[in-house]
C-alpha cells in the first residue's frame, strides 16, 4: 500500500507541491506582498492554486497544513477528496514547527513527536496518504552551529517520527533542511550535510524505519545564501556524492525542497543532479517538493489582483510544467 503511494508520487515526470505553510509563514508572505493574512485570503490563495486545471498532468501529490486538510473546503469537498479526485495525493505536515535548543540563537529543534501517534492515526482517517517533518540546521562558523548535540536531538526525532508515521500508514517525507542563509562555502555545506546524514541514517536503521517506504526531503548542496550563486556542475557533483555515501539503495525517493533559491535555480540544480545520478548509477526516484520555487511568481501575480483566478494558474501552470521538464 505505501508502495503503491511512493511509485504514484514518483510516476510520469510528476512532483510535489508543498503547501503546508504553518499560519505564520504564510500570513508574512502575503502580508509582505501587501495582501491581507486572513483565514478568507489564505483559503482563496490556496483553492486557486488546487483549482489549476492541469495541475496533475505536474504534481502527484500536495503536502496540506492541517487546517487546510481539516476545515477547509473547494467546490463543496473537503480539500483532501477534491485532490483524491484529480488524482492528486493529500499529504499532511506533521511536526508542530520550530522551538529553541538550549537558549541558542542559532539552533532549534521540531516540536510534536508527543502527539504525533494520535495526529497521523486522525489525518490517515481524513484522507492524508503521507507525511513531512522538517528540522533545520542552520550553518554559523561563529557560532559553531550546528552542535553535535542539536544533530543527535534532530536525526533521532526524524527518525521516531518516520517509525511512528509508517506504523500509521502514512508515508514519512524525512527534511533535514541545512539552511542557506549565511556566507558559508559550499565545503562547509558540505560538511554539516556529512555530520547531518551520517547521524540520520544511523538513526532510521537503529529504528527500524522501512527505508523502501521512506522518502527524504534534502537541500542541494550549495554555497551560503551571501555567496555568489554556485556553478550548476559543483552542485550536482557534492549532493550526488553525498547521496551515494549515505543513501541505501532500497530508498523510496529522494524529492528536494527548494530554499529560497530561485524558481531557475531550483529547476536547473534538480534537472543536473538526476543526469548525474544516472550517470552514476544512483537509481533512486528523484523529483521535486517546492514551495516557494513553485510559488513565488503566482503568489505575486495573484496578490496584484486576488479575483484574477485564470491568470495566477496559467503563471502557476508555467513554472510547473518548468519543474516537470526538469525531471526528463
Ligand atoms: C512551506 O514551508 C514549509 C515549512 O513551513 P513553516 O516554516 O511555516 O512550518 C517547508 O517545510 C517547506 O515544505 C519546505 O521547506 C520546502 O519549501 P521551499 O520553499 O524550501 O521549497
Same mark, same amino acid.
Given at each position: 500500500m505505501t508502495k503503491d503511494i511512493i511509485n504514484k #508520487?514518483?510516476?510520469g515526470h510528476k512532483g510535489i507541491l508543498a503547501a503546508d505553510e504553518s499560519n505564520k509563514t504564510i500570513i508574512k508572505r502575503l502580508t509582505a506582498l501587501s495582501v491581507d493574512g486572513s483565514e478568507e485570503n489564505i483559503t482563496k490563495y490556496r483553492n486557486t492554486l488546487f483549482g489549476t486545471n492541469n495541475l496533475n498532468n505536474f504534481i502527484s501529490g500536495i503536502i496540506l497544513y492541517k487546517d487546510t486538510l481539516e476545515k477547509q473546503q473547494i467546490n463543496g469537498l473537503k480539500v483532501p477528496e477534491f485532490l483524491m479526485s484529480k488524482n492528486i495525493i493529500p499529504g499532511i505536515k506533521v511536526d508542530g514547527g520550530l522551538e529553541n535548543f538550549n537558549d541558542s540563537d542559532t539552533e532549534s529543534y521540531t516540536k510534536g513527536l508527543a502527539e504525533l501517534k494520535e495526529n497521523c492515526e486522525n489525518y490517515y482517517k481524513l484522507g492524508a496518504r503521507f507525511s513531512k517533518w522538517r528540522s533545520v540546521f542552520f550553518i554559523s562558523t561563529e557560532n559553531s552551529s550546528p552542535t553535535d548535540e542539536l544533530i543527535e /536531538?534532530?536525526?533521532d526525532d526524524l527518525a521516531s517520527y518516520a517509525k511512528i508515521s509508517q506504523e500509521a500508514g502514512l508515508v514519512p517525507f524525512i527534511e533535514p533542511e541545512i539552511l542557506r542563509d549565511? *556566507?558559508?562555502s559550499i565545503e562547509e555545506t558540505k560538511e554539516v550535510f556529512n555530520r547531518v546524514f551520517k547521524s540520520l541514517f544511523e538513526k532510521l536503521t537503529e529504528k527500524d524505519v522501512d527505508f523502501e517506504s521512506l522518502i527524504l526531503k534534502t537541500s542541494f548542496v550549495v554555497s551560503g545564501s551571501m555567496l555568489p550563486e554556485d556553478d550548476t556542475k559543483i552542485v550536482q557533483k557534492e549532493t550526488v556524492e553525498i547521496?551515494? /555515501?549515505? @543513501? =541505501? *539503495?532500497?530508498?523510496?525517493? #529522494?524529492?528536494?525542497? $527548494?530554499?529560497?533559491?530561485? =524558481? *531557475?535555480?531550483s529547476f536547473s540544480y534538480l534537472h543536473a543532479v #538526476? %543526469? %548525474? $545520478?544516472? /550517470? %552514476?548509477?544512483?537509481?533512486?526516484? @528523484? $523529483?521535486? $517538493?517546492?514551495?516557494?520555487?513553485l510559488q513565488n511568481n503566482a503568489m505575486l501575480h495573484w496578490s496584484k489582483n486576488t479575483d484574477d483566478v485564470i491568470t495566477t494558474q496559467e503563471v502557476f501552470s508555467k513554472d510547473l510544467k518548468k519543474a516537470s521538464d526538469a525531471l526528463q
Open positions: #508520487i514518483f510516476q /536531538k534532530n536525526t549565511g *556566507e558559508h547521496f551515494k /555515501k549515505y @543513501i =541505501p *539503495e532500497k530508498m523510496g525517493g #529522494i524529492v528536494f525542497l $527548494s530554499g529560497g533559491l530561485t =524558481p *531557475e535555480q #538526476i %543526469e %548525474e $545520478s544516472e /550517470k %552514476e548509477g544512483f537509481l533512486i526516484p @528523484i $523529483s521535486f $517538493s517546492y514551495s516557494r520555487a
